[in-house]
């Protein structure tokens, strides 16, 4: 597995590899939902957290680890998502880091990215891809189950959050061998989104 950094786009997103260009927007956007880092999130993008999370972003960029992308729509940043804990050797990568402004959730968007995303890492040899998701976040854990990745196991006591909670983690995936049918599926969704 080697996954190509470069822009990926439909009708509905266009990712593109997150540079400086995008930094004001995303901040906007993160600005945009106060609470659900405190609720949510592991770490923190917003306020006075945005620019040490924004260094620390970068830095994974840098050296390899993340491949992340700024979530394009009509022109703006509207969040981000990437792929990290890139396991080259056994072809494993997760999908997560994924944040949205608030008016673009539940629409095309998620589907749309993520649709494109797990194509272009199957295109680059993935044979699964994962999904982390506090065990907590109802939304996220449907939105991935609606995916079509199938739910695996419950991490327990995974993590520690940015603000001390000691979060469970729901594990999800997707092998190359599930893709086509849940490609189908995510195109017979954003056909209806198009209609």
């Known amino acids: 597995m080697k996954i190509e950094t470069k822009i990926l786009e439909s009708r509905f997103v266009r990712l593109e590899p997150m540079g400086e260009q995008h930094r004001e927007d995303l901040r906007a956007a993160c600005n945009a939902d ?3 880092w405190t609720e949510l999130y592991p770490f923190s993008w917003a306020g006075e957290h945005f620019d040490p999370t924004w260094a620390t972003l970068t830095a994974h960029i840098a050296d390899g680890t993340t491949v992340s992308f700024a979530v394009m729509v009509e022109g703006r940043c509207v969040g981000l998502t990437c792929f990290s804990s890139m396991d080259s050797a056994n072809g494993v990568l997760e999908i997560g880091g994924t944040y ?3 008016d673009v959730r539940g629409g095309a968007v998620n589907p749309a990215a993520k649709r494109l995303m ?3 890492a199957f295109e680059c040899g993935a044979r699964r891809a994962v999904y982390r998701v506090d065990a907590i976040n109802l939304r996220s854990r449907a939105a991935v189950l609606k995916l079509g990745a199938v739910e695996e196991a419950l991490l327990r006591q995974d993590r520690i959050t940015w603000t001390g909670r000691i979060r469970d983690t729901v594990l999800f995936s997707v092998l190359d061998s599930e893709w086509p049918g849940v490609r ?3 195109d017979a969704r954003l056909a209806a989104f198009a209609a």
């Open 184 to 186: 189908d599926g995510l």
């Open 100 to 102: 949205y402004r608030p």
């Open 118 to 120: 797990m194509g272009h």
């Open 34 to 36: 106060q609470a659900i």
